[in-house]
């Protein structure tokens, strides 16, 4: 049974800086692309990152570009998002995302298995 896990949110001011992990279980880890996904409050869910397999690519959109990195552990299981110079815009429930086909997409159908989520709510 595949489960990721995220945890690591939390209520910070704008500016600060958060880490957001998620452990997976059930799944040859270095076998699948990662992303993180992001839905606020009557938004849709959207893109935020990706790092393969390899972790040799990542991607980011563009509003986190430059303030947000993926990195991954493979001896971990786990997949990390560090988020500095948060913005209340960046305020939502985050979600990592694995890809067994370990093609890169910004797209949420691309993907195979979601964890659960965490809130990170950043006031100004």
């Known amino acids: 049974q595949v489960r990721l896990v995220e945890s690591g949110g939390g209520f910070v001011q704008a500016g600060d800086s958060l880490r957001l992990s998620c452990a997976a279980s059930?799944?040859?880890?270095?076998?699948?692309?990662m992303g993180w996904f992001r839905q606020a409050p009557g938004k849709k869910r959207e893109f935020v990152g990706y790092?393969?397999?390899?972790?040799?690519?990542?991607y980011y959109a563009e509003s986190v570009k430059g303030r947000f990195t993926i990195s991954r552990d493979s001896a971990k299981n786990t997949v990390y998002l560090q988020m500095n110079s948060l913005k209340p815009a960046d305020t939502a429930v985050y979600y990592c995302?694995?890809?067994?086909?370990?093609?890169?997409?910004?797209?949420?159908?691309?993907?195979?298995?979601w964890g659960q989520g965490t809130q990170v709510t950043v006031s100004s």
């Open positions: 995302a694995a890809d067994r086909r370990r093609i890169f997409s910004t797209s949420s159908t691309a993907y195979d298995y």
């Open positions: 059930g799944l040859t880890f270095s076998e699948y692309g």
């Open positions: 790092i393969n397999w390899s972790a040799s690519f990542t």
